[in-house]
């Protein structure tokens, strides 16, 4: 990797003993970032993320390099508009990101869920923290759905957000589109 190539946020892990060569950003994430800028669909169908890892990732480095568009565009579609961009962007601005640690990836639960598990570090603002005190991560199990769209049969990984509240009943159509009962689909993982 040539040295004025920053490394992808998301290849950041201060938890690794294990040395491995780090990807630049503009091998990893960033094409999936500018897809979202590009007016050309086809293009942009090109480069969706593969799995839920992939989006997890990516999600990572856009938290980092404060692209909330990028947060609310692979969230769960029925769940956009119910986003608060700008709170989003201040927690971006304001944490002190330090790496991400993937622990698990469960590509495939059901017909169309997967889950990551993943460690999110962040430096804390406390001054007072001891060196082993002040990195700190936010350990997470997050929920993805793949959605087919029906007319052009594009399947893609959406991010479930937990903390949306969605007004749906257990009985009605499920929030991802996939035309079963919430409970039998998105309602276990949300
Ligand atoms: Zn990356
Ligand atoms: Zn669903």
Known sequence: MHPAMPICP???????DTVMSPVAYQDCCQ????????????????????????????????????????????????????????AIESWAKETDWAGLEIVEHTPKLG??????????????????????????????????????????HDARWYFLDPTVAMTVTQKQPCICGSGEKFKRCCAGYN
């Open 10 to 16: 998301c290849q950041v892990n201060p938890d690794s």
């Open 111 to 152: 017909k169309r869920h997967a889950q990551v598990e993943f460690k999110a570090y962040f430096n804390t603002k406390d001054n007072t923290a001891s060196l082993e005190e002040k990195v700190q991560a936010h350990h997470e199990l997050s929920a993805f759905v793949k959605v087919t769209n029906k007319a052009n």
């Open 31 to 86: 094409p999936y970032h500018d897809a979202l800028y590009d007016d050309d669909v086809d293009k942009v169908d090109g480069i969706k993320a593969e799995t839920a890892e992939r989006l997890m990732r990516t999600r990572y480095s856009a938290f980092v390099l404060i692209k909330p568009e990028y947060i609310v565009k692979t969230t769960l579609p029925a769940q956009q508009s119910l986003l608060d961009v700008t």
